[in-house]
Nanobody
C-alpha cells in the first residue's frame, strides 16, 4: 500500500516559514525518488521538489529555488519540505508521492510517478497577510 500522508500546512504571512512532512510507507525512501507536488486553485498540479534515494540528486522548481529545501529521515520514514520566504503565489495544496520507476533520477515529469490516487489528501498552505 503506497499511501502517503502529508501534514504541516497552515496559514502564514508573506515572508514566513513552514515545514511540511510526508509520512511514507516503510522501505520507500531508500528505494524510490520522493517528490512534492502542489496544486493551486484553478491550476494544474506542478512539481515543486524531489530527492533521490541516494541523496545525490535533488530538484527544485525555479519558482522555489533558494527558498525551499527538501530532506529526508530514513528512520522516521519521513520526507520534509522546509519552506522559507513564502510568497502568496506559494498558496496551494501540497502533496508527496514516489516515482516507482527504475533508476535514481529526480525528474518530476516521468510517467512512473504513482497515480494521484496514492498522493493522500495533501496539506493546505495559505500565504496571506
Amino acid at each position: 500500500q503506497l499511501q502517503f500522508v502529508e501534514s504541516g500546512g497552515g496559514l502564514v504571512q508573506p515572508g514566513g516559514s513552514l515545514r511540511l512532512s510526508c509520512a511514507a510507507p516503510p522501505s520507500t525512501l531508500d528505494r524510490y525518488v520522493i517528490g512534492w507536488f502542489r496544486q493551486a486553485p484553478g491550476k494544474e498540479h506542478e512539481g515543486v521538489s524531489c530527492i533521490s534515494s541516494s541523496d545525490d540528486n535533488t530538484y527544485y522548481a525555479d519558482s522555489v529555488k533558494g527558498r525551499f529545501t527538501i530532506s529526508r529521515d530514513l528512520a522516521k520514514n519521513t520526507v520534509y519540505l522546509q519552506m522559507n520566504s513564502l510568497k502568496p503565489e506559494d498558496t496551494a495544496v501540497y502533496y508527496c508521492a514516489a516515482d516507482v520507476g527504475d533508476g535514481d533520477m529526480c525528474i518530476m515529469t516521468r510517467p512512473s510517478w504513482l497515480p494521484r490516487d496514492y498522493w493522500g489528501q495533501g496539506t493546505q498552505v495559505t500565504v496571506s497577510s
